[in-house]
């Protein structure tokens, strides 16, 4: 296991993400998006965001599992319906889903390499570790959930 598997809680290495692309819009020159556009885009992708993490938690949550990104191996449950059926990882899509809303109101382009870093290291960090615990656990029932349900969306 390396040393940053499961270590950083998703929500928080999303935080330390966009406080790093504030810092960065600072020094970085913006583009001009009309704020009608500026803020239609936000909006919508918190609400797209908004379908993915709350109700993704709340099935953990309803399935008696933990929802401890850093302590995966205390799964009671491979949770497989609600939103799960659409992204095996919606959770994280929803942290994705927030940092490109704060890259369109920060409105600067070059600030679209902070989801990228986070969904490379998630997926490298946290996904994969996590994906070979659920394969310990439940075997070919999450090899069968994996070939229908991708890990994005």
């Given at each position: 296991m390396n040393k940053l598997e499961n270590r950083i809680p998703p929500p928080i290495l999303m935080v330390?993400?966009?406080i790093i692309m504030y810092f960065i819009a600072i020094i970085t020159?913006?583009?001009?998006?009309?704020?009608?556009?500026?803020?239609?885009?936000t909006a919508f992708l918190v609400?797209?965001?908004?379908?993915?993490?709350?109700?993704?938690?709340?099935t953990f949550l309803m399935a008696n599992t933990t929802t401890d990104p850093i302590n995966i191996d205390k799964t009671s449950t491979l949770v497989?319906?609600?939103?799960?059926r659409?992204?095996?990882?919606p959770m994280y899509l929803s942290l994705t889903l927030l940092l490109c809303a704060w890259n369109i109101w920060l409105a600067r382009p070059i600030l679209?390499?902070?989801p990228i870093l986070f969904v490379i290291f998630i997926s490298r960090f946290?996904?994969?570790?996590?994906?070979?615990i659920l394969l310990e656990h439940y075997g070919s029932q999450y090899s069968d959930y994996k070939k229908l349900v991708r890990r994005w969306l």
């Open positions: 330390l993400v966009a020159p913006t583009i001009y998006i009309s704020n009608l556009t500026r803020w239609g885009l609400i797209l965001a908004g379908f993915f993490g709350p109700p993704a938690f709340k497989t319906w609600g939103v799960y659409y992204s095996r990882n679209i390499t902070g946290q996904i994969i570790p996590e994906e070979l």
